[in-house]
């Protein structure tokens, strides 16, 4: 049937005019191709399958970008790669004057800090989200969120011009000399303690990756329904058990997700880290000990690289950093999958 609106346009022939003799005559066939064509636009067809096409080619970029990342890391690195080996990656000395490169150190204190921090910043970003949600009054809710999320939105080179005046001072002369005291049989704070070091730029790491937490894990625990915190407290559960059973067992996926996205920021994290660390390449148990991040390492040597060999290992470095990140992102969400069995969270 033809489409009403559009007859003119599809009819096949057309009448004209007559010819002395009676016959009509008339105008040209209309293609079939302009009548297809004419249906498919009217029903939508062409409009939904263009959409469809812009959203795979939309999805299938990510893939293009991580394989373009990767290819560039691995060709401009080959260099190093054919000189080093696996020596790269498992060597402490860096010495560029002597084309002796090894990596292990940066990896190390990259590993090292991030894992603190998150270690620092988890229990507190989990306990600002809780307050903010059950126990907060009202009339702070407000306020104390701004300020959380105003703490994700302020650059990194701030953070780093605070620590150095301010941080690396108190945990010189003050949180220092508490740790070393209490915790020192543990190897992990002992002297020397010049408030620079991997433990500084740890506490820099957690403050940053701070809000991300909260404000992710936030979200997660408001979107548990309402009636599994009701079903608990009219259970008799005390408002710690109604949170521990039916929040934060409803949300860990959501939470741990949050957690994996801090770590991710950690791992990545440059200016801050390389102002209070003391970029140093060394592996030492002593958190008070100057460090060195594949960052930081990129950050400060990129600009001095004088020869092929330096760059192509200074570029092979984050390639490191490329592989770090999969890796500790991948066990994360290894040891969510041991936790859940794979399946999604809910109240038992």
């Known amino acids: 049937m033809n489409e009403p609106g559009i007859i003119p346009l599809i009819q096949t022939r057309v009448p004209q005019q007559r010819e002395p003799d009676g016959t009509e005559v008339h105008a040209p066939a209309v293609p079939s191709v302009i009548r297809n064509f004419l249906r498919a636009k009217s029903s939508g067809r062409i409009a939904d399958g263009a959409f469809a096409g812009v ?3 939309c999805a299938l970029s990510i893939f293009a970008i991580v394989v373009l990342i990767v290819f560039v890391l691995v060709s401009d690195s080959r260099l190093s790669i054919h000189a080093s080996g696996w020596k790269f990656f498992t060597g402490q000395i860096w010495d560029p004057v002597s084309g002796d490169f090894g990596a292990l150190p940066f990896i190390y204190g990259t590993v090292v800090s991030s894992l603190l921090a998150v270690v620092m910043a988890v229990p507190l970003a989990l306990a600002v989200s809780i307050f903010l949600l059950d126990i907060c009054p009202k009339f702070l809710r407000g306020p104390i969120s701004f300020l959380t999320e105003l703490l994700a939105a302020i650059p990194s080179v701030v953070y780093g011009l605070w620590g150095v005046f301010v941080l690396v001072p108190i945990i010189r002369d003050q949180v220092g000399p508490v740790l070393e005291k209490y915790l020192g049989w543990t190897g992990f704070f002992v002297e020397p303690n010049f408030g620079v070091g991997i433990f500084t730029a740890s506490v820099i790491l ?5 809000p991300v937490i909260s404000s992710i894990s936030r979200d997660v625990m408001r979107a548990v329904p309402v009636n599994q915190r009701e079903a608990a407290l009219a259970l008799g559960a005390t408002r710690w ?36 660390i003391g970029n140093h390449p060394d592996i030492v148990k002593n958190l008070f000990a100057p460090g060195y991040t594949l960052a930081s390492v990129i950050a400060n ?21 490329f592989l770090v990140t999969i890796v500790v992102n991948a066990v994360a969400r290894l040891l969510v ?3 859940t069995r794979g399946n999604t969270a809910g109240a038992h």
Do not use: K
Request: hydrophobic share 60%; no cysteine; glycine share 10%.
């Open 301 to 321: 040597e990129f600009t001095e690289a004088t020869g092929d060999l330096y760059l192509s290992a200074l570029i092979e470095v984050g390639l490191a950093l």
């Open 241 to 276: 058990e109604m949170i521990r059973i039916s929040v934060l067992r409803n949300a860990r996926m959501g939470i741990v997700g949050s957690v994996i996205l801090g770590l991710g920021r950690a791992l990545g994290e440059t200016m801050a880290v390389t102002m209070v």
């Open 55 to 57: 959203m795979v080619l």
């Open 206 to 210: 957690a403050i940053m990756i701070f």
């Open 337 to 339: 999958w041991a936790v």
